[in-house]
C-alpha cells in the first residue's frame, strides 16, 4: 500500500474532498485544488497509520477492480497515446453472436444494468473493443437509428445520415484527413431494420461502412455503451445523426467551419484543455442556434444548464453514478446534472451551435431517428417521469418543475393562464426548454422549503423529509452572536446613559456573556434562534463573495 503524500491513498483522500469541497462552496474543483493539497498534505502528515491505511486500500480496491474490467487506471490527467493503435485480429462488422440474438425484450425489460449484464450485450461490448479505434486524443462517435435515407418513411435519401451528419463531417474537414476520419465511428443498434438490411452499407461505401460499429437500441444506452467500449480517461465526442449543419458565431453572424486547419479539431482540443483547467467532464455547445441568444453569449460558461444533447464531449469515467437511468427522452439533462452533482462545473461553447432536422425533443411520427421506436403517448409519459425522478430525486437541489402559481404566463386583461395551441402552458422565459426551472440566485428565493442548505450539513439536512439535524448546527453560532452582538450594544447604551466608560474591562464584559449564554433556558434562546434564522435564511441568498460568515 502507498501511504506517502502523493500516493494513491493520498490521492483517494485528496479526491473525496474535492467532491465535497466543491458541492459546499459551490466552485470548480480545480481552483480548490492546490489548496486543499496542500491543507491535506499537512493532514496526512499527522493522521494516524490505519486512517491512511483505509484510504490505500480504498484506492487499491478500485484499480483491481478497474484492471479485470479491462480498464486503465491513470492519475488525474486524462489517458492519452501519441498514435493511433487497432486491435491486432479485428472482428467483422457482422459478428456471430447476432445470428442468435435474443429478443428484444428479453434484453431491454429489466432496465440499463440488466441490459449491460446480459450476455448478449457483453459479447458486443466484446467485438465493438476489438473494432474501435484506440489511442486518439478524440475519437468521435455519431449514434444513428433508422435514417440510412433509404427509410420506410420517405423513401428518399435526403433525409438520411450522408445527407445531414456525415455531410457535415466532410464540409468541416474531419472526413477529408485520412488520420481525423479513422476517430469517427458509426454506432448502431443491433435490432435497427436499416443495419440487418444492409441499408446502412449500402449508402455508407465501403470506406465508412469500416467505421460501423454495432451496439445497443435507445439513445441514453448507446452513450452507455459507446462509453465502455473506451479506456478510462478517453476523450470521447458524441452526434446524433439528423444533424444540418455545425457552425461558429463571429463577427455578428453563423460562419461556416474552417477546414484546413480543421476548426472543429481545434474546438475539440480546446474543450479537452478546458476540462482540463476546470476540473470538468463534460462539455458542449450552444443548445440553441437563436441569433438573439448567441449575439449575448460569452465563449464559455460554466455554469448549469443544458449540455446539448446532439453535439457533446466528455471524458469516460466509467462510474455507474454518470450512467443516466431516466429514459432516452431526457437523456442529455439527467446526464447534464449527474455529471454537475459530481464535478459541480460542465462547460458550454456558446458560440458554437449546429441546427437538427427536426425539433430536438418533441416527439413526430415521421421524425425516426433512435428514439424513434416511441409512440407519442410513451414519448409523453417517459419525459414526464424522467423530470419527476430527477426533481425529487439526487437532482432536486439544482432544478424544480415548473407550478401554475409562479411560473405560468398571465393575461394582463384578463389575469388568466395563457396556453399554447396544443393546451400546454405558456411559461416565463425562467423555465428551460426542457421543463424545468434551473436553481440560481434568484429562482431560490421562490423556494419555500423548510430545511437550510448551508455549511457543513449531512444528507438528512438536505432533505425536506428530515426532521432532526444529525451533524453540525448552523444556528447554534449563529445564534450566540446575534445574542453577543445585542447584548454589547445594550451595555454601551447603559455606559452612555451613566456617563461612564468600560473599555478597559471588555474582556471582562465578554466572560459574563459567554456565562450568562450557557445558563440561559432553551425558551429565551429560542427568540436569539429565531433572529439568527432570519439571518442565515438572507445570507445563504447571497452572492459567495458578499456572504456573511457564521
Given amino acids: 500500500l502507498e501511504l506517502g503524500v502523493g500516493g494513491s491513498g493520498f490521492e483517494a483522500m485528496l479526491s473525496e474532498a474535492l467532491i465535497a469541497a466543491a458541492r459546499i462552496h459551490h466552485k470548480s474543483p480545480a481552483r480548490l485544488r492546490r489548496r486543499l493539497r496542500k491543507a491535506l498534505s499537512l493532514e496526512w502528515h499527522c493522521m494516524a497509520m490505519h486512517e491512511k491505511m483505509v484510504y490505500a486500500a480504498v484506492a487499491l480496491h478500485k484499480r483491481r477492480i478497474a484492471e479485470e474490467s479491462g480498464i486503465q487506471v491513470g492519475g488525474e490527467t486524462p489517458f492519452r497515446h501519441h498514435s493511433l493503435q487497432f486491435a491486432a485480429t479485428r472482428p467483422p462488422l457482422h459478428p456471430p453472436c447476432l445470428q442468435g440474438a435474443p429478443r428484444v425484450k428479453e434484453i431491454y425489460a429489466g432496465g440499463a444494468d440488466a441490459a449491460f449484464r446480459h450476455p448478449f450485450v457483453q459479447t458486443l461490448l466484446r467485438v465493438a473493443r476489438q473494432r474501435v479505434t484506440f489511442g486518439a486524443p478524440w475519437v468521435l462517435c455519431v449514434r444513428t437509428y433508422g435514417r440510412s435515407g433509404i427509410g420506410e418513411h420517405r423513401g428518399s435519401k435526403k433525409s438520411g445520415i450522408m445527407d445531414t451528419t456525415i455531410k457535415v463531417l466532410k464540409d468541416v474537414g474531419i472526413l477529408s484527413s485520412p488520420e481525423l476520419a479513422l476517430r469517427v465511428h458509426i ?305 454601551a447604551a447603559a455606559e452612555s446613559l451613566l456617563g461612564v466608560c468600560q473599555k478597559k474591562k471588555s474582556r471582562r464584559i465578554s466572560m459574563a456573556l459567554m456565562q450568562e449564554w450557557q445558563n440561559m433556558s432553551a425558551e429565551d434562546r429560542a427568540n436569539y434562534e429565531a433572529l439568527a434564522a432570519l439571518g442565515v435564511d438572507a445570507a445563504k441568498y447571497q452572492s459567495p463573495r458578499r456572504r456573511r460568515r457564521f
Fill in 187 to 491: 454506432f448502431v443498434a443491433h435490432c435497427d431494420p436499416h443495419f440487418t438490411s444492409g441499408a446502412y452499407e449500402n449508402v455508407l461505401g465501403k470506406r465508412l461502412s469500416d467505421r460501423i460499429i454495432v451496439g445497443v437500441r435507445g439513445a441514453d444506452l448507446q452513450v452507455r455503451f459507446i462509453e465502455e467500449c473506451f479506456a478510462r480517461g478517453q476523450h470521447v465526442v458524441v452526434l446524433d445523426d439528423n444533424i444540418m449543419w455545425l457552425r461558429a458565431w463571429k463577427s455578428g453572424s453563423f460562419q461556416n467551419l474552417q477546414r484546413k486547419p480543421c476548426e472543429l479539431n481545434a474546438l475539440i482540443l480546446q474543450a479537452e484543455r478546458a476540462m482540463t483547467n476546470h476540473g470538468a467532464n463534460l462539455w458542449g455547445i450552444s443548445p440553441t442556434h437563436n441569433e438573439y441568444y448567441m449575439a449575448n453569449s460569452p465563449e464559455l460558461r460554466i455554469s448549469l444548464g443544458l449540455v446539448y444533447g446532439a453535439f457533446f464531449g466528455f471524458f469516460a469515467l466509467h462510474e455507474q453514478g454518470l450512467y443516466t437511468r431516466y429514459g432516452q427522452v431526457k437523456d442529455d439533462l439527467e446526464r447534464t446534472l449527474r455529471y454537475w452533482d459530481r464535478d459541480r462545473v460542465v462547460l458550454r461553447f456558446a458560440r458554437f451551435a449546429c441546427k437538427k432536422t427536426h425539433k430536438p425533443g418533441a416527439f413526430q411520427i415521421r421524425k425516426g431517428g433512435i428514439s424513434g421506436n416511441l409512440g407519442h403517448v410513451k414519448h409523453l409519459q417517459e419525459s414526464s417521469d424522467a423530470l419527476g425522478n430527477m426533481a425529487r430525486g439526487f437532482a432536486r437541489l439544482y432544478i424544480r418543475l415548473p407550478t401554475e402559481k409562479s411560473d405560468q404566463k398571465r393575461c394582463k386583461h384578463t389575469g388568466g393562464l395563457l396556453t399554447r395551441v396544443g393546451g400546454a402552458p405558456k411559461w416565463k422565459p425562467g423555465v428551460s426548454d426542457t421543463g424545468v426551472v434551473f436553481w440560481n440566485e434568484s429562482a431560490r428565493t421562490q423556494c419555500d422549503r423548510k430545511r437550510m442548505i448551508l455549511g457543513y450539513i449531512c444528507q438528512g439536512c438536505r432533505s425536506t423529509r428530515a426532521s432532526e439535524c444529525a451533524c453540525i448546527d448552523p444556528l447554534e453560532r449563529a445564534s450566540f452572536d446575534t445574542f453577543f452582538v445585542e447584548s454589547l450594544a445594550a451595555v
